[in-house]
């Protein structure tokens, strides 16, 4: 199974919906999932997902399957700033996550100080449990942390559409990489597509393998500005 995890499009977050640049985003994604063809498609309950996922659906002629577990993990990853301003905890500045104290911590990263404001152990279980559900519906049954048992053989390409605070949050679970950690090291841009593999192997277990990270090549190709978040060329 190859299961492809997209960011939303350049939102407006109130309402919650997409710029127009983000639609021409959405519309850039199509062209690229039109290409090799998409089996399944899930999105996020909220709208600016919904919208994104929507152009590559009508191209496919597929549904879509809302998956409410996949929206985006606010406010319960929320920090509030000295200035009184929400920012996701995954934006800390990355020697936060690195000094001597914290980057060892493991599967306790969540007692750092930094996060005690916020209820990371809650969000992050919250994340696992559902997620142990979604994989069990397409094949796929958790043995351990980064370990599968294929169930049911599955040679679909299965399309997500959902947020970079819940990506950047389930992708550390499945890599089997301390959360923390993966926020000092990686981000996730608009429309980015993430790509993990399921191998049906042989031995009846898959560790699921990152063969992409946020990849952009469908803006590019679609002539829309090379950018970073919308702001920043790459």
Known sequence: MLLYIVR??????GPDTLTDLGRKQAEALADRFAIHGLDRIFS???GRARETAQPTA???GLPVKIEHWTREIWP???LTMPDGSPHFCMDLYPDT??????KTLGEDWHTMPCLNSIAGKQAWARVVRYSDNFFMRLGYKRETDGVYRIVKPNDERV???CHAGFSLTWLPHLLCIPPHLFWAAFDITHTGVTLLEFKNNESGICTPK????SDMSHILNSGLNYEYNSELPV
């Not at 939303?8 to 977050?13: A, E, K, V």
């Not at 996550?97 to 914290?102: I, L, P, T, V």
């Not at 990152?210 to 990270?213: F, G, Y």
Request: some cysteine; aromatic content about 10%; overall charge negative.
């Open 97 to 102: 996550y690195r000094s001597a104290e914290n």
């Open 44 to 46: 996020s309950p909220m």
């Open 210 to 213: 990152c063969l992409m990270l």
């Open 159 to 161: 399309a997500l559409f």
């Open 76 to 78: 319960e990853l929320t």
């Open 58 to 60: 009508d191209r496919l």
């Open 8 to 13: 939303h499009g350049q939102p407006i977050y």
